[in-house]
């Protein structure tokens, strides 16, 4: 069984940032994605950052240069540090595990930019 665990949102004022953390635990193949997406109110799922097993992140346009993504694959964990934040980045925050056909989530966090 596979389980995957968010950890790290809260509220912050624009220009502020966060930091948010995953660790995934069970039989998992290592050679794996992992990545953030996120629902924002009244949106769809939307993919904000990933990293494909031995590739480059990939990030959306709307958070390039204000969010950096990385993972430490001996440990299935990955993180993501949100800088100079914006009420627009304000959404539930999903970290998102995926090997072959299998496709786990966890139960998100609440991030919410606001003064």
């Known amino acids: 069984q596979v389980q995957v665990v968010e950890s790290g949102g809260g509220t912050v004022q624009p220009g502020g940032s966060l930091r948010l953390s995953c660790a995934a635990s069970?039989?998992?193949?290592?050679?794996?994605?992992m990545g953030w997406y996120r629902r924002a109110p009244g949106k769809v799922r939307e993919l904000v950052a990933r990293?494909?097993?031995?590739?480059?992140?990939q990030y959306a346009d709307s958070v390039k240069g204000r969010f950096i993504i990385s993972r430490v694959y001996a440990n299935h964990t990955v993180y993501l540090q949100m800088n100079n934040l914006e009420p627009a980045d304000t959404a539930v925050y999903y970290c998102?595990?995926?090997?072959?056909?299998?496709?786990?989530w966890g139960q998100g966090t609440q991030v919410t930019v606001s003064t």
């Open positions: 069970g039989s998992i193949f290592s050679r794996n994605t």
């Open positions: 990293i494909m097993y031995g590739g480059q992140p």
């Open positions: 998102n595990l995926l090997f072959g056909t299998a496709n786990y």
